[in-house]
């Protein structure tokens, strides 16, 4: 596009929902001059937010890639999803920018969601900065929400300016580092000198900025200390340095609806957050695993990852992907070394809501779509044919909320399937799985919301109803004790008749040891032929155990005895009788459930530590200890799976929203009694209900 890597600006907007986010892009592009009027969330005419689904539910669901020119510099600003259950779009944005705007609510402060995005932009060493939003409104407090971001993520949180009035009556900002105020003046914003009745305010916030300032750099400190003149130059120098190292964070505040503070929020980004040149390597691997680096400047080969899949109708697929280095032209064949497989690139794409705009070529920190790719896919590496290169995975939550897919006629199955196929192809915390033992489709998401989104798609798409249920818990059945039985299968209808007769023991094994077959049939009483097909009838037995229907695991079987018919016996009636006597033999060994538990790590703030702890006891949950993480508290406990349905709902519930929780499987134990006899009464119902 012609811009040089050091004008370019990749920004993520990112806050907890309903910080304002939506409405601060709008204010951005207005200001920036690429819309004449500003959008608004209740009229559902803004440009993030023009997906049908987004206009009906009035929140952001899935990122919005925003590109602008601004003062000789290329923005593409990422608005992001603020929601939780959405926060795979996110964690896609940020692995592709170079800096991120974290908003925060002026009346509320840091809220839930602000944390987790802080915590994602230090893992991912993204520098940041704060606007704190919405200061026209009555109940805004620059000062409180000021202090609560301090007290959330410490005293690299700088103020960098001041309002001009507050509420109602908020006319602009001032920055202070800079000495300069952007004033509002009918639909613009106008750069004047400080006003005179602001002077004092103005030279005293400096002063606390300066400070701040100084502590990054021993030599400024010193000089400082000396009372050594310090020049803007090298103040913005030094504020830069810090922010690249994740040691300042830069706060401005304004109003996006009022696109106050919305200039200066522009010049900041432009004088003080990176350009994509700041990354010293692009870290990564060869095909063949091993490590690999490449700087991403325009001279490296090719290296460009698609972060975004979506569907535009009759369109087809649209790939969103980031430039990390190289060019890339219209008409280019590229290598996809994720899969190995060539991709030719028809045509490149700048898209900003339904608006797009058709370039020749890009370049490194691009932001660009294309379409009619064949065989790429979300979070894919594009690379040289001659220079492959795989970029490190993005690391995504695991998804918490899961739901059983159902339909009311069957034969829509198969397309609600499919659709779901290509909505998790886009979205990597959406999955669906087919359950190999139950035989049931399962759907992942991160939340409620999410997967409600997900039926509403379906619907739009095929016309097709998704109904959830719960889905069949994984029981495994096994045995305490031992047991002997004799399986007999004998059918005489006229004819060659079936005969099938042998003993069983059945013994118990240590947990975790698995399926042990013995043959201890002496003197030929049962022909050793014949043994294969006992084997695999108790194998085949053990797939539906007689308690619940449930895998049967770690037992020990042996045939010792039985009898044959020169002419009935064959392989099957052995393996009917096998299973015959393995079932009698089973009910003698005093069987037992198991049911698998699963490892819950829970986030809380620590105000609701006690009623998170009182909630896993009810669940049969046993904590095994507390963390403190930062600001909140992190419990670790066993649960069983079969406790954890909607578990998501529930905490939000009693955390205002603030909880969040991982699990993995750890073991399986057994049931307690009263629990298995309701497994139990409700398998056997079920049976009859099919029998039926």
Known sequence: MGVAIDKKRNVAIIGHGGAGKTVLSEAILYIAGAINRMGTIEDGNTVSDHDPEEIKRKYSITSAVLPFDFEDHHFTLIDCPGYRDFLGESTSALNVVDSAIIVVNGSMGVEPQTRIFWETCEKLHLPRLIFISGLDKENADWDNAISSCRNEFGKTVAPLCITIGEHHDLKGVINVLLR????????????????DDYKEATEAARADLVESIVELDDELMMRYMDDDTISTDELEKAMLDGILHGKFCPAVGGSGKETVGIRNLLEIIIHSMPHPGFHEKLHGSKPDGSEESRPPSEDAPLTARVFKVTSEGQVGDVFWMRVWSGKLKNGDTVLNSSTDEQEKIGNLILMRGKERKDVNEVGAGDIVATMKLKH???????????????????????????????????????????????????????????????????????????LDVARSQVKKRVGVDIKWEKPRIRYRETITGSGNAQGKYKKQSGGRGKYGDCHIRLEARERGAGFEFLDEVVGGVVPGRFIPAIEKGIVEAMVNGPLSGSKVIDIKAAVY??????????????????????????????????????????????????????????????VGGMDQVGNVKEIKAQV????????????????????????????YEQVPSNVQGDIIKAHQANQKAEAH
């Open 180 to 195: 300069k105020a952007y004033m509002k003046e009918g639909d613009k914003i106008v750069e004047k000198p400080v006003p």
């Open 640 to 667: 069983p799976l079969a406790e954890m349905y909607q578990y998501i709902n529930t905490l939000r519930s009693m955390t205002q929203g603030q909880g969040s929780f991982e699990m993995e499987f750890a073991s």
């Open 561 to 622: 005895d039985g009898s044959s018919h020169s002419v009935d016996s064959d392989e099957l009636s052995f393996k009917m009788a096998a299973q015959m006597g393995f079932r009698s033999a089973f009910e003698q060994a005093r069987p037992i459930l198991l049911e698998p538990i699963y490892n819950v790590t829970v986030q809380t703030p620590d105000e609701y530590t006690g009623d998170v702890m009182a909630d896993l006891n009810t669940r049969r949950g046993r």
């Open 376 to 450: 790429t896919k979300m979070g894919n590496t594009l690379t040289a044919k001659d220079s492959p290169f795989i970029l490190d995975k993005i690391e995504y939550r695991r998804p918490v909320a899961y739901e059983k897919v159902e339909v009311d006629d069957h034969n829509d199955l198969e397309k609600v399937i499919s659709t779901l196929n290509v909505l998790t192809s886009a979205d990597p915390t959406l999955r669906l799985v087919q359950d190999e033992e139950t035989k049931e489709q399962v759907l992942y998401g991160m939340g409620p919301l999410h």
